[in-house]
């Protein structure tokens, strides 16, 4: 595997990275709970809820 050096933009993953992880963090901040499929089986498995 090979880069092509040329067209290497790691700032655009960067970025992009940062605003799924401040979108997640959010997420759980607002919520009370993580986003995702283990979030989903959590409160699924969880007895007694909704």
Do not use: H, K, Y
């Not at 880069?3 to 960067?14: E, G, R, V």
């Not at 759980?28 to 498995?45: E, M, P």
């Amino acid at each position: 595997m090979t880069i092509d050096w040329a067209n290497f933009t790691p700032w655009t993953a960067l970025l992009g990275g940062a605003l799924i992880g401040i979108a997640v963090s959010l997420f759980a901040l607002f919520n009370g709970r993580v986003a995702g499929i283990s979030g989903l089986l959590g409160s699924v498995l969880q007895p007694g809820s909704e």
